[in-house]
């Protein structure tokens, strides 16, 4: 399905236009897809070496169905734009790990990230999704050399809010280039502008009016 997807934007795009990547769940959420979300926390703790043989499992799938999907795709300008707009020569892969946000640091950095890494070693540029709510993880995330870039969608309204992860942003933007994605305030906004550095920053956010902010 995934190959006549892709065919079929190639066809209707006709070399005008670049095909990004559809949505891929990464391998810790692809678990969780199978197992469910109990299941799979109980498993990372409990059977480690069946949630190993099955994150592996999940990793290579990403990165074969990857690698097919990247085949089918004509370059655009030598290379790839990712799913926010932004290209990149080579390859070019977001994953993502939702389903972190129920795991500790600890856990995330022994049972997942090896297998996030193969991910992140397959592609020439490879960015990675994130939530508000799932920031605690990034003290290892940011040292990943592999890793090219962190998008963090803020949770409004449900939080954490911009300005509550702000510390958080400003440790990933100095070490990685940044995507912020979601609603914000303007002050929100007005700070996120002034993260350094700029070159490395991008803001895909729509402002949420002030008589609309959650008490």
């Known amino acids: ?3 006549a997807f892709v065919r079929y934007l190639v066809q209707r795009a006709d070399g005008g236009y670049p095909i990004i990547q559809p949505l891929f769940r990464g391998p810790v959420d692809m ?4 197992l469910g979300h109990e299941e799979a926390c109980m ?5 480690p070496a069946d949630s190993d043989r099955l ?7 990403f990165i074969r169905m990857a690698k097919a999907r990247l085949a089918s795709t004509p370059r ?6 990712s799913s926010f707009g932004i290209w990149a020569p080579g390859t070019v892969v977001r994953t993502q790990v ?4 129920m795991l500790s640091p600890e856990t995330y950095r022994e049972r997942v990230l090896p297998f996030d890494r193969k991910v992140f070693e397959a592609f020439d540029t490879t960015l990675i999704h994130l939530h508000s709510c799932c ?7 940011v040292q990943e050399d592999a890793l090219d870039c962190i998008q963090v969608s803020i949770d409004y309204p449900g939080g954490p809010l911009a300005a509550e992860v702000m510390p958080r942003l ?12 979601g609603p914000v305030y303007q002050s929100e906004l007005d700070a996120l502008q002034c993260l350094q550095p700029v070159g490395g920053l991008c803001l895909q956010v729509q402002v949420v009016p002030d008589d609309e902010r959650v008490i």
């Open 1 to 3: 399905k995934l190959e």
């Open 31 to 34: 678990m969780f897809a199978g």
């Open 43 to 47: 498993a990372v703790k409990t059977a």
């Open 55 to 61: 994150l592996a499992g999940c990793a290579e799938l």
């Open 76 to 81: 655009f300008a030598d290379g790839y734009l």
């Open 98 to 101: 939702d389903n972190a946000s």
């Open 135 to 141: 920031l605690h993880i990034i003290d290892d995330l």
């Open 170 to 181: 400003r440790q990933i933007l100095a070490h990685k280039p940044l995507i912020v994605t």
